[in-house]
């Protein structure tokens, strides 16, 4: 069964101030690694989709990296635009197309 | 123009009533899904469609019925509603390609 984790649960940064989101997986034979973002009262919205251990991809302030085991959503220099909850999704090879979630992890980031 | 809309936003119903949850995409996907988010936030797979054809069944109540008129909308109709219903209901499209899911705003379900 797919496992997912991501940590922290919840993070306040400073604006300017660049962290690192966390998500542990365990899947039988990873398909994709998807990240989205959520906000308050909104549908999760597509971010990126990493499909092999190393693989890197950037969208403004968001660079997400992949290992076997893990991804991180690396936040630089953040603006109080990308408070969001961020939801990582990894996709096993199970014939089927269906993401098992995360719980998220729920950034605010203060001016 | 909202690539995936669902209705309503917000049901609020006493337990014991039946409602239904309306989906419409207009991507031009094949496959259309229904995900529950709890209050915990955790978001999980419900029901997928491909083509009007069920895929996906999770262990969902028999009290909850999806219905595909066609491949592009996906409703999703819950009898003899209960507490532990009580969530946000997602609807989302895909292509069977990509996985890539777009998701709709959320309808917001209470029973009282």
């Not at chain 2, 595909?68 to 069977?96: M, Q, R, W």
Request: hydrophobic share 30%.
């Amino acid at each position: 069964e797919d496992q997912v984790t991501q940590s922290p649960e919840a993070l306040r940064l400073q604006e300017g101030e660049s962290s690192s989101l966390n998500c542990s997986y365990t899947v039988s034979g990873l398909r994709g690694l998807f990240w989205y973002r959520q906000d308050p009262g909104k549908g999760p919205e597509f971010l990126f989709t990493l499909y092999s251990a190393g693989e890197e991809k950037e969208k403004e302030r968001l660079k997400a990296t992949l290992t076997k085991k893990e991804s991180f959503l690396h936040i630089t220099a953040p603006k109080p635009e990308d408070s969001a909850t961020y939801l990582c999704a990894p996709e096993g090879d199970t014939g089927r197309r269906a993401l098992t979630f995360g719980s998220g992890t729920r950034l605010q980031v203060q001016p | 123009d909202t690539a995936v809309s669902q209705t309503p936003k917000y049901l609020v119903t006493q337990m014991g009533n039946d409602k239904s949850i309306k989906c419409e995409q207009n991507l031009g996907h094949d496959t259309m899904y229904w995900y529950k988010q709890d209050s915990k936030k955790f978001l999980k797979i419900m029901f997928s469609y491909n083509n009007k054809e069920l895929i996906i069944n999770e262990t969902v109540p028999n009290r909850f019925s999806p219905k595909s008129p066609d491949k592009a909308h996906l409703n999703l109709h819950i009898n003899s509603l209960e507490l532990g219903d009580s969530a946000v209901y997602f609807c989302a499209s895909s292509t069977v390609n990509t996985g890539e899911l777009f998701f709709g705003e959320g309808s917001r379900l209470t029973v009282l």
